[in-house]
């Protein structure tokens, strides 16, 4: 039986990152045939958006260089979006020709995380980023944009609140439609995540991607609905992890949200069941269980 809390919405779209930000940190290379199964059987489930790809160079990241392959799969089924990652001229290219109608681009919060991931300053970032969201708002193309280390950056420490907000706002005024906040290394408190949103303005074209390192990634998010953010990116089975952060556990997990979601009689779309049954069946196939916790709970009967 569902309580309700004052100020919560009622509703909540749930961002499905798991075959993108889930499989790309993966040590084996997921099969093609798996990964299609796996989005399928997401949309299946309930799922309006499905974050499927991205068009980063295989070098960098070769657990996701069969994505023109993959999105030749996909049994696209209708009222689904399936937006995938890119992260420069090169990847909209890819994007455009295989006839993808939204994309996301990746941003930093900081001057290291920028140099290390994007080989880019602070400020140079956005000239990558101009021509790409130009270009694709030109093709019909819907852009959102993310923000990494808005919280913490292992090289730098707390990152300024006035930080985060000025690079958000730059790339809400390129024409992206929504600003996610990434919690990179998973660091955030509930307070710090109340103090962000406020210092945007609102919650209007924001976004939240938390990361449960320290254990914060509910608490966080339900700072987040407190302060009116009503998308909240997730990873069923809470697969993916955090490469800057020794003791990270992952992206939050779907599963784990929308059990806490559904108890606070919040609308998702969402069939825990078929969740569930989607985190066993793919734990399976990478060898190794699921680190959500109500997986974990369900699983066992």
């Not at 995380?113 to 140079?124: D, W």
């Not at 406020?198 to 074209?205: D, L, Q, S, V």
């Not at 809470?238 to 003791?247: D, Q, V, W």
Request: aromatic share 6%; with cysteine.
């Amino acid at each position: 039986m569902p309580y309700r809390m004052r100020g919560l919405p009622e509703r909540v779209t749930v961002y499905e990152v798991g075959p993108r930000d889930g499989l790309q940190n993966e040590s084996a290379i997921v099969p093609v045939e798996v990964k299609a199964e796996f989005i399928d059987r997401l949309a299946d489930a309930g799922h309006q958006v499905i974050e499927a790809t991205s068009f980063v160079h295989p070098k960098w990241v070769p657990q996701l260089a069969d994505a023109g392959e993959l999105l030749g799969r996909l049994d696209r089924r209708p009222g689904v979006r399936y937006p995938v990652l890119v992260p420069n001229e090169r990847g909209l290219d890819r994007a455009l020709e295989l006839g993808v109608t939204e994309i996301a681009i990746f941003a930093s919060a900081t001057e290291t995380f920028a140099a290390k991931n994007l080989n880019r300053t602070l400020e140079s970032q956005f000239d990558m980023f101009e021509p790409v969201v130009a270009r694709a708002l030109e093709h019909g193309v819907r852009v959102r944009a993310y923000v990494s280390m808005c919280f913490g950056d292992p090289w730098e420490g707390p990152t300024p609140v006035a930080q985060v907000v000025a690079v958000g706002e730059r790339l809400l005024g390129l024409g992206c439609y929504e600003l996610s906040l990434g919690d990179t290394i998973g660091v955030g408190t509930p307070g710090h995540v109340t103090e962000l949103i406020g210092a945007f303005g609102g919650p209007e074209r924001l976004a939240v991607h938390f990361h449960d390192t320290y254990g914060q990634a509910l608490g966080n998010t339900l700072a987040a609905l407190q302060a009116g953010v009503t998308t909240v990116d997730a990873s069923t089975g809470g697969i993916g992890g955090c490469p800057y952060a020794e003791s990270a556990t992952g992206n939050l997990a779907t599963e784990d949200l929308v059990w806490m979601l559904s108890g606070l009689g919040i609308e998702t779309g969402l069939d825990l069941d078929k969740l569930v049954s989607t985190s066993t069946w793919l734990a399976e196939r990478l060898g190794r269980p699921s680190p959500s916790r109500v997986v974990q709970a369900l699983a066992k009967g």
